[in-house]
């Protein structure tokens, strides 16, 4: 579809980009951009720049993004990409303008390293300074996975620990957001789905044990159930049909109790990738499907047809090198050569059987339409290749596959379906997300319309400034 990225780079090594030792501090390849420190006072909100198009009638509503923002002090780093401090960005379209803010999210550990100035707390990645004062999960909580609202309230979400609440005006942090004074700390992931009518469900896992939350779309809790899924995999994401929670559990496991914790995990190709689903209505009822080895961060969303099966897609490796070795890399090296992740589907039979159709896309950061959360749809969006230069969507229905290259001095980040007032068709929508111009050293705003993503976008802003790659975000309408 493109030139790779390993290309790419390969080609500016051999111009001499990378001529240069690597140095953590002085990092100038085009993705060191994606990772460089954001100012510790964040940005007040400023006008976006339009630089193509015009923001289309009815668009209006705030987009938020959350990613790592900040990655070392002087003398000190962050040992992966997934330990950097949450840096929430909101994105205001409004009256066809733009405004963009972004402030870091105050958290605990963020708290202990800028009075310190370096990087004490350990993390995913990170092995910590061994004075750090860890108390509980939430003494290291970075804030940084993504974001979601809970009726008026913003929630910075990370993976292990609480959601931390913002000012979604301001983006002000109030603080942990304890959900149940029984269960504070508990982890609570990055990938909450929710349904249409607004019902909220998530999960957390320590090891084998693990806990479905389900809450009330004000984001009271309703329900929190303790359970043992049987072996210690690494869950990031999973899906949720109309009637079942879908639980992968891929074969990646955390044998050992080691600092960081990603050096405790192991990689098992020997295993299978198992997926465990559960009923909503009797969490007891549980099945457990298996499919070959493979490693998966990310879901699209899940469905049932008329059979019974359950469909869902999601993108996957064929190991876990990405998040055990290039993620960690980034952060100090000059490379990033992992290949991508490939799309593919996954049908659970009712019999029992487990199946696998791959799109032969690669891509990340799958984004579907969430008024379909659970039923049937067809389209899906993602970035290609890992961390590519181009947008694409996927149509499962028709097998066609529609995509826009930005250019390989773009590096784009996840796009949100954004529903088109008073529509409800799946391709009735626009998708919007963010890619940061290497170049322009800019980050910018796009639009598309989702039913024609190879006519480009329909709207871009851009930023006067450059800030970090994000991972996740929440699209609100005004
Ligand atoms: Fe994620």
């Given at each position: 579809m493109h030139l790779s990225r390993r290309s790419l780079l390969a080609g500016a090594a051999a111009a001499g980009a990378f001529a240069a030792a690597p140095d953590v501090f002085a990092n100038e390849t085009p993705w060191s951009l994606g990772v460089e420190n954001a100012p510790a006072e964040g940005f007040p909100q400023a006008p976006m720049r339009l630089i193509h198009g015009r923001s289309p009638r009815g668009l209006e509503g705030v987009l938020f993004r959350n990613g790592p923002g900040w990655f070392r002090y002087p003398g000190s780093a962050t040992g992966h990409w997934f330990d950097g401090d949450g840096f929430i960005q909101r994105f205001a379209i409004a009256d066809g303008r733009?405004?963009?803010?972004?402030?870091?999210?105050?958290t605990n550990k963020r708290r202990i390293e800028t009075a310190r100035q370096q990087i004490v707390m350990p993390g995913f990645g990170t092995r910590g300074q061994p004075s750090a004062p860890v108390n509980n999960a939430d003494s290291l909580n970075a804030a940084n996975t993504s974001v979601m609202m809970a009726g008026a309230e913003l929630w910075a979400l990370w993976e292990g620990g609480s959601p931390t609440q913002l000012d979604p005006a301001t983006l002000q942090t109030v603080g942990l957001r304890t959900l149940r004074p029984d269960l504070a700390h508990m982890p609570f992931t990055a990938h909450p789905k929710v349904e249409p009518n607004g019902r909220i469900w998530n999960v957390g896992f320590y090891g084998q044990r693990?806990?479905?939350?389900?809450?009330?779309?004000?984001?009271?809790?309703?329900?929190?159930?303790?359970?043992?899924?049987?072996?210690?995999?690494?869950?990031?994401?999973?899906?949720?049909?109309?009637?079942?929670?879908?639980i992968p559990l891929q074969p990646w496991l955390h044998e050992r109790t080691v600092a960081p914790l990603v050096e405790g995990y192991v990689w098992r190709p020997d295993l299978p990738f198992r997926v465990m689903v559960l009923e909503k209505d009797n969490l007891a009822n549980r099945r457990i499907y298996e499919l070959?080895?493979?490693?998966?961060?990310?879901?699209?969303?899940?469905?049932?047809?008329?059979?019974?099966?359950?469909?869902?897609?999601l993108c996957v490796t064929p190991d876990a090198d990405f998040v055990t070795r290039q993620a960690r890399e980034m952060i100090s090296g000059p490379e990033l050569n992992a290949p991508g992740?490939?799309?593919?589907?996954?049908?659970?039979?009712?019999?029992?059987?487990?199946?696998?159709?791959?799109?032969?896309?690669?891509?990340?950061?799958?984004?579907?339409?969430?008024?379909?959360?659970?039923?049937?749809?067809?389209?899906?969006?993602?970035?290609?290749?890992?961390?590519?230069?181009?947008?694409?969507?996927?149509?499962?229905?028709t097998g066609a596959f529609a995509a826009h290259d930005f250019g390989a001095h773009q590096m784009v980040q996840e796009h949100l379906f954004a529903p088109k007032p008073g529509r409800s068709g799946e391709h009735e929508a626009w998708l919007i997300g963010v890619t940061l111009n290497t170049r322009e050293r800019a980050t910018e705003l796009h639009v598309f319309d989702a039913a024609g993503v190879g006519d480009g976008p329909v709207a871009s802003w851009r930023s006067p400034y450059a800030t970090p790659y994000g991972f996740h975000g929440t699209w609100a309408a005004a």
């Open positions: 733009a405004r963009h803010s972004a402030r870091f999210a105050d693990g806990v479905i939350w389900r809450l009330s779309a004000d984001g009271g809790v309703e329900d929190a159930h303790v359970l043992d899924i049987g072996q210690p995999s690494y869950v990031h994401d999973w899906a949720v049909s109309a009637r079942h929670l879908i070959p080895a493979m490693f998966f961060f990310h879901t699209g969303d899940a469905w049932e047809d008329a059979a019974g099966a359950i469909h869902f897609d992740a490939e799309l593919v589907m996954a049908t659970l039979h009712p019999d029992g059987r487990a199946e696998l159709a791959r799109s032969g896309h690669r891509g990340e950061f799958p984004q579907t339409d969430r008024r379909r959360q659970g039923n049937r749809r067809e389209l899906v969006a993602m970035v290609d290749d890992n961390i590519g230069h181009a947008l694409g969507v996927m149509n499962w229905r």
